[in-house]
């Protein structure tokens, strides 16, 4: 086992044990140490740059959606060749992941480790057949919330339709019934309470991306604001 693979396991073992508390309490700044010195296999630190950890993800609140699985209904739309609608059920059926990944809210915590199952948006991209004219993605969420990904980074394999989180169905607080997962942006991306994920050719500033916070929001880059 190479020193890089046994500090991720020592470090999974560590925070997994964290998430057994049921409160958003911090995880030792030993723990911080260790994930500031950890390398991701892109080389770039476990823990980003401005980032603290908790020992799980915490409710940042939102305008909620319908939460029941019956209601649901995601539209796969825009600058494709197929758009189509699918329902919950459909969606179950598509193939499943189940992901371990580490995610980062521009308020400064990072939780390490949270589990997600759920479909890859480039599967749900694969049978809507993307134009070459499509470059961005905008995920579309109730109330009107949306948030815009570069299409390149939007087909990643760890960017999910994401249904469960820890095992279990997603919480109200947490999006039920289904949501984005983009771990390697900003967690303002993942929008909650999905409704639509819709290829564009130019891009469309979201819901905070015309607040004040930054376009593309990556946390290794802390492009935070604007
Ligand atoms: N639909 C919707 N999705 C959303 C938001 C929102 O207000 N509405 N907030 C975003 C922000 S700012 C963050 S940090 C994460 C928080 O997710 P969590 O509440 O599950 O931790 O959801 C994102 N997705
Ligand atoms: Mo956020």
New binding site residues.
């Given amino acids: 086992m190479s020193r890089r693979t046994f500090v991720r396991s020592a470090m999974a073992g560590t925070v997994i044990t964290a998430l057994g508390g049921a409160s958003y309490c911090l995880a030792s700044t030993e723990e911080e140490k260790r994930a500031r010195a950890t390398l991701r296999p892109d080389g770039q630190p476990r823990l980003p740059p401005g980032q603290h950890l908790l020992s799980r993800?915490?409710?940042?609140?939102?305008?909620e959606?319908d939460p029941s699985p019956g209601a649901f209904r995601l539209q796969v739309h825009g600058e494709v060749e197929q758009p189509f609608t699918i329902d919950f059920a459909e969606l179950l059926k598509m193939p499943q992941v189940e992901q371990v990944c580490d995610v980062h809210?521009?308020?400064k915590w990072t939780a390490l480790d949270t589990r997600w199952t759920g479909v890859k948006v480039a599967d749900l991209a694969a049978r809507a057949r993307p134009k070459p004219t499509a470059r961005h993605v905008i995920f579309e969420?109730?109330?009107g919330?949306t948030?815009n990904v570069p299409l390149r980074e939007a087909l990643a394999p760890n960017v999910l339709v994401a249904h469960k989180y820890e095992g279990s169905p997603l919480a109200r607080?947490?999006?039920a019934p289904a949501?984005v997962i983009v771990p390697d942006l900003?967690?303002?991306?993942?929008?909650?309470?999905?409704t639509g994920i819709r290829f564009v050719a130019a891009d469309r500033p979201g819901?905070?991306e015309t607040r004040g916070y930054h376009n593309h929001g990556g946390p290794w880059k802390e492009e935070r604001y604007g």
Avoid: D, N, Q
Avoid at 57 to 63: A, S, Y
Avoid at 186 to 194: G, I, Q, V
């Fill in positions: 993800i915490k409710p940042m609140g939102g305008i959606g809210c521009v308020t969420a109730a109330a919330y948030a607080a947490h999006g949501r900003y967690f303002w991306k993942s929008a909650k309470w999905l819901y905070w």
